[in-house]
């Protein structure tokens, strides 16, 4: 009934619940909405938990630079959750483990050159650094 925050908090659930049953297209419609209804409505902890959750489901279909540059700019995030930070320190292990040391440093090096703004955006007109 109007509670985007709430709203947005269980689609980011819901998506990570799919996100475990495989079903990839249903968490990343569900990370999608809750993105947009929580960066919307001003909700930047639910923003972040859903950029998390798409991350999450783009390292399943590739691993790369840009993807480790998004786990470290949530991570560096001060309005992260700390649910939201521990994800990101499993995807960040994960990811370090699968890139050379090189893209393991230009991504630290780049993880604060884009604005959340800039980052939300890519992600709501299609254009998601998972996809890359």
């Not at 109007?2 to 297209?25: I, K, Y």
């Not at 569900?30 to 960066?39: D, E, G, I, Q, R």
């Not at 994800?87 to 230009?106: M, N, S, T, W, Y």
């Amino acid at each position: 009934m109007g509670d985007t925050h709430r709203l947005s908090r269980t689609l980011n659930h819901q998506g990570l619940n799919l996100l475990s049953l495989n079903n990839a297209d249903g968490a990343r419609k569900s990370f999608h909405v809750a993105l947009k209804m929580a960066y919307e409505g001003g909700w930047m902890p639910a923003a972040l938990y859903a950029l998390m959750g798409l991350t999450a489901l783009g390292i399943q279909q590739k691993t790369s630079q840009e993807t480790l540059e998004l786990v470290l700019y949530i991570l560096q995030h001060p309005a992260s959750a700390q649910e939201t930070k521990d994800l990101a320190a499993r995807l960040q292990v994960e990811l370090e483990a699968k890139l050379p040391q090189e893209e393991i440093e230009a991504a630290q090096q780049l993880a604060m050159s884009k604005s959340l703004d800039e980052l939300v955006r890519q992600f709501l007109e299609g254009d998601e650094i998972i996809s890359m």
